[in-house]
């Protein structure tokens, strides 16, 4: 096990990373230099040989990652035509890491939470996983992370979950049922199951292994390099100065359905 700042990286004999999220305390939300950390774990693993296929979680059982931490201090350009994102550059794909990886969701996934889900090749979630999406509620436009989860769910499904905001949170099960999770297990057995497929994953050659992964994304590249490019404008012109959102923030209702 090797610690880099929040992010700790177990490697199986079995040609399998665990990579783990590790800040509990804070839902496994991102700072910037977790958001390093990631940075530097993917480049390590693209390099790393004996790395054939890496598992994604978060530690504690509460939160796979709640998006970026809302303490940190992301300077912007004084212009609506750009945007300083720090979590494009957080998931594995942004990296240049074309080893499949397979997300073990525990607990709570929520907005930036979607930029790491959605890098993944899929999802393994325990029953008592939960996704939803906060942008709305607080003020902010959902356009990466309602982008990368239109991808993954049907349409209906990615604008219910981006729209509805807070107010609801998809289950396990639902979102088991419309195909966002491949795999459900019990409370508390999303990793080892996540493992499991990987390690069966790791088994086969390389070449066809990471060919086959390419060639998944190449099927929607096009699309959402077209979708992301409208992005920075769609944020920067429709959402609320930082100082509202965080007043939406503060007097948020806590109460939500789950469906």
């Known amino acids: 096990m090797s610690p880099a700042a929040t992010v700790r990286t177990e490697h199986a004999d079995t040609g399998v990373a665990l990579v783990v999220l590790d800040r509990p305390h804070r839902h496994n939300a991102l700072d910037l230099p977790t958001v390093d950390a990631l940075r530097r774990t ?8 004996a790395v054939r296929a890496v598992v994604l979680s978060g530690a504690g059982g509460r939160a796979f990652c709640t998006g970026i931490d809302r303490s940190a201090d992301v300077p912007q350009p004084a212009s609506p035509y750009a945007l300083n994102d720090p979590l494009l ?22 907005g930036g939470a979607f930029y790491l889900l959605g890098e993944a090749e899929f999802l393994v979630a325990a029953e008592d996983a939960t996704f939803f999406d906060p942008h709305t509620s ?74 086959t992964v390419r060639a998944l994304w190449a ?14 404008h769609l944020v920067s012109l429709g959402s609320l100065p930082p100082a509202a959102q965080a007043a939406r923030f503060a007097a948020r209702d806590r109460d939500h359905r789950l469906r």
């Open 42 to 49: 993917w480049r390590k693993l693209d390099e790393d040989g």
């Open 138 to 211: 607080y003020g902010m436009v959902s356009a990466y992370e309602a982008v990368l989860m239109a991808e993954r769910m049907p349409f209906g499904e990615a604008a219910r979950t981006a729209l509805m905001g807070t107010a609801e949170r998809l289950s396990a099960r639902r979102a088991h049922a419309i195909g966002l999770v491949s795999e459900l297990t019990p409370p508390g057995g999303a990793v080892e199951a996540a493992v499991r497929a990987a390690a069966v994953i790791a088994r086969y050659p390389t070449g066809p292994v990471q060919g």
């Open 89 to 110: 550059s957080a998931g594995p794909k942004a990296a240049g890491l074309w080893k499949p990886v397979v997300a073990a969701v525990e607990g709570m996934a929520c």
């Open 219 to 232: 099927a929607k590249e096009a699309a959402r390099a077209h979708a992301f490019a409208l992005a920075p």
